[in-house]
């Protein structure tokens, strides 16, 4: 099963991409981080990130550098389900009363 994706880690994704922070590296990607230099990622390997965001209570989760990989790569499937996420969003919000 596909580990899932928690949207404040696609948001800081797309924040990762916005400024600049992902490369291409050949076949793979590159992505900056806070403590490492940048972190290499690889869409094509198990685990595709070796950070320690990678695994959260034992469990696996798809980290935001993988994310942030994805997005460059044009993953469009990633959009969708945050499209989707946005507008779940602001139908719990208006159902709530809150807009
Ligand atoms: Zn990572």
Redesign the pocket.
């Known amino acids: 099963m596909q580990p899932a994706i928690e949207p404040g880690r696609l948001a800081r994704a797309f924040r990762l991409v916005k400024l600049g922070l992902v490369e291409r590296d050949g076949e793979d990607y590159r992505?900056a981080g806070n403590e490492e230099k940048s972190?290499p990622?690889s869409l094509t390997t198990d685990p595709q990130?070796?950070?320690g965001?990678?695994w959260h209570r034992g469990r696996r989760v798809v980290?935001?550098?993988?994310l942030a990989a994805r997005l460059l790569a044009g993953d469009v499937g990633l959009l969708i389900q945050f499209g989707e996420h946005l507008a779940r969003d602001e139908r719990f919000a208006r159902e709530a009363g809150l807009r």
């Open positions: 992505v972190y990622v990130c070796y950070c965001d990678s980290c935001k550098h993988v």
